[in-house]
């Protein structure tokens, strides 16, 4: 097992990497703040996983209970959010009842902010079942639902009290979603460390083949990249913006296609190399490297070409981005493989180009 701390004083919190970890109840026996939990899941998770984990808890004593939700982006709205505090409510659960999110993203980010608004604020736990969520969403503490006109804008940071991930539920992972949480690993060497994206490109076929020894080391590598930005930067006032590479074209091909059309590791891709294209018509970066970077992502299984929205339509959704500042939507580029930046100053007619060709 490898163990990371995301160090936040007195609110640090480990991060757990291995196979197995579903029957580890030493670990999370303390950071239980009484003997009742409540896991939320969903309808493709639950029946693999939630038995399991259910009697892992049991096993040590824990009183536990679950919500099973609809699975799919389009179901991170307040209606299904309502589901969870209906169920809470009825149940009678406490403020010191721990809620377990078990799932991907969605489930992460959705049971995040769950507890952070019931009874205003309750503990809860992430366990990560994709590899987006355990290489990204359930490290950091952000938490929230999707509006039908942005992503992720209505939330609350509120960090969890142990990030359990277990790499054993890869082996029950769509291709597809493989490849979406493969995105956010290249991120990670995009912006801010080199080294691990040569990594990347000397070992994505073993990453694509699911090898184990590969997955624990990506994971690792990319939760403690993770992990040093936010303890730097934990609500996102300066470098974590960075993480947020391809993010706000991404976001918004998740919006014009429709919640859930695009994977989130998809628009990533897609998003990362537009911004690349942007940062090439800025006189940063070479052809070369934009056409590298297309081909890691492509070997990863992932688009490369964005979808048409128009370039209106991308505006429009860009403008509902939690980076636009004094009205300006502002980007992260690269200044090279391996450093971003953050920006506002942009040559509109250069982001015209890159949105319309």
Partial sequence: MQTLTVDLGDRAYPIHIAPGLLDR????????????VVIVTNTTVGPLYLERFTRTLASIGVQVESVVLPD????????TLNTVFD??????AERKTTLIALGGGV????????AACYQRGMPFIQVPTTLLAQVDSSVGGKTGINHPLGKNMIGAFHQPQLVLADIGTLATLPDRELSAGLAEIIKYGLIR???????????????????TEALMYAIYRSCRNKAEVVAADERESGQRALLNLGHTFGHAIETGMGYGVWLHGEGVSAGTLLAADLSRRMGLLAQADV??????????????????LGYDAYMNFMAVDKKVESGRIRFVLLRKLGEAFVTGDYDLAA??????T
């Fill in 25 to 36: 109840a030493d670990l999370v026996l303390p950071h239980l703040a009484q003997q009742r």
């Fill in 72 to 79: 799919g982006e389009a179901y991170k709205n307040w209606e």
């Fill in 87 to 92: 169920a809470l409510l009825t149940r009678r």
């Fill in 107 to 114: 489930i992460g980010d959705l049971t995040g902010f769950a």
């Fill in 193 to 211: 460390d080199l080294p691990f994206l040569e990594w990347l490109e000397a070992n994505m076929e073993k990453l694509v083949a699911r090898d």
């Fill in 291 to 308: 056409e590298r970077m297309a081909d890691l992502f492509r070997r990863a299984g992932l688009p490369v070409a964005a979808p048409d």
């Fill in 351 to 356: 982001l015209r180009a890159t949105l319309t």
